[in-house]
């Protein structure tokens, strides 16, 4: 069975710092891309950070500059750092594993930020 186990989430105030965890185990073939998406209270979930097989990466708008996906193919393990977070990057964050056929999402982990 396939497993994406977050970790890394916790309340912060306006201008600090997390990083997410998301360890990823199980029979998976194959993994060609794994992202980032959060979703807000009422709110739809989106793509926030996803970075490719092959290392390119895109981030939505609302967090180029001060999140980084970035991935350790060895622990199979891919991380999100956060930086300068505000009130609006409050949300349920889920990461999520994409196969050729199938995809993956994590349990979801919950990041505050206080204004």
């Known amino acids: 069975q396939v497993q994406l186990v977050q970790s890394g989430g916790g309340l912060v105030h306006t201008g600090g710092s997390l990083r997410l965890s998301c360890v990823v185990s199980?029979?998976?073939?194959?993994?060609?891309?794994m992202g980032w998406y959060r979703q807000a209270p009422g709110k739809q979930r989106d793509l926030v950070a996803q970075?490719?097989?092959?290392?390119?990466?895109n981030y939505s708008d609302s967090v180029k500059g001060r999140f980084t996906i970035s991935r350790d193919t060895v622990r199979n393990t891919v991380y999100l750092q956060m930086n300068n977070l505000k009130p609006e990057d409050t949300a349920v964050y889920y990461c999520?594993?994409?196969?050729?056929?199938?995809?993956?999402w994590g349990q979801g982990t919950q990041v505050t930020v206080s204004s």
């Open positions: 999520k594993a994409s196969t050729p056929t199938l995809g993956y």
């Open positions: 199980g029979s998976i073939f194959r993994i060609d891309a």
């Open positions: 970075i490719m097989k092959g290392g390119d990466r």
